[in-house]
């Protein structure tokens, strides 16, 4: 069962406006939240985390949001730059293990 | 060396052979992680270690898999007689502690043909 959800296979967004990617779990006993930016032939790269008792989490042009009442989290990059294009996986931590979501490719266009 | 290290990049594999995937974690990284990712997927995870000590392997798919860390270092993922669907790309991370972020390799890419 996908306990780590990621709905938007894709998203386009034009170069200095908001990218807003979404993620939604369904194990409360996540307690670690991160994400996670992948180029291809390279490995996930970490970006930003947050912890369980936060509900947000700020680095830079990066932040993250957590709404546990809703078992949902969002990253905000702002503003989108061209190398931001690239997959993004939001990745949540129970007992050390990560369970994944499937990835949301960015586009940033000129 | 400064990151976690996979090798090979590459393998191509006939079916039925036995494979041995290496990582090296970073230096002093208590944590290590093993993850299979198919094509258009996220990482599954698949067992993962606390120095030697294999914590979990509940995600490894079959009893043809197995890994191990004898030192509390150096990993090893093997995977005997390989079948076609365990293609995908292999991803070791390692982490100072479970729990927090955790650094990937860049992966082996597996094909079985």
């Known amino acids: 069962d996908q306990q780590v959800k990621q709905n938007s296979p894709s998203l386009s967004v034009q170069e200095g406006r908001i990218s807003i990617l979404n993620c939604d779990y369904t194990?409360?006993?996540?307690?670690?939240f991160l994400w996670y930016k992948k180029y291809p032939a390279e490995g996930p790269t970490f970006l930003i985390s947050?912890?369980?008792?936060?509900d947000k989490n700020e680095d830079g042009r990066f932040t993250v949001f957590l709404n546990k009442s809703a078992k949902h989290l969002s990253l905000h990059i702002v503003p989108s730059q061209p190398g931001d294009s690239a997959v993004y996986f939001c990745?949540?931590?129970?007992?050390?293990?990560?369970?994944f979501g499937a990835g949301t490719q960015v586009v940033v266009t000129p | 060396g400064a990151g976690v290290s996979q090798s090979p990049r590459y393998k191509v594999a006939k079916r039925g052979q036995d494979v041995a995937l290496r990582c090296d974690p970073i230096?002093?990284?208590?944590?290590l992680f093993w993850y299979q990712q198919a094509l258009g997927q996220g990482p599954e995870f698949l067992t993962y270690?606390?120095?030697?000590?294999?914590?979990?392997k509940s995600g490894l798919p079959s009893d043809r898999f197995f890994a191990e860390r004898p030192e509390g270092s150096v990993s090893t993922l093997k995977i005997q007689r390989t079948q076609q669907e365990d293609s995908a790309v292999y991803l070791c991370?390692?982490?100072?502690?479970?729990?927090?972020?955790?650094?990937f390799g860049q992966g082996t890419r597996l094909t079985v043909v």
């Open positions: 991370a390692s982490s100072p502690t479970g729990g927090t972020e955790a650094f």
């Open positions: 230096s002093g990284h208590v944590s």
């Open positions: 194990n409360s006993m996540f307690d670690y």
């Open positions: 947050i912890s369980s008792i936060k």
């Open positions: 270690f606390q120095n030697e000590a294999q914590l979990d």
């Open positions: 990745a949540a931590s129970s007992w050390g293990k990560l369970q």
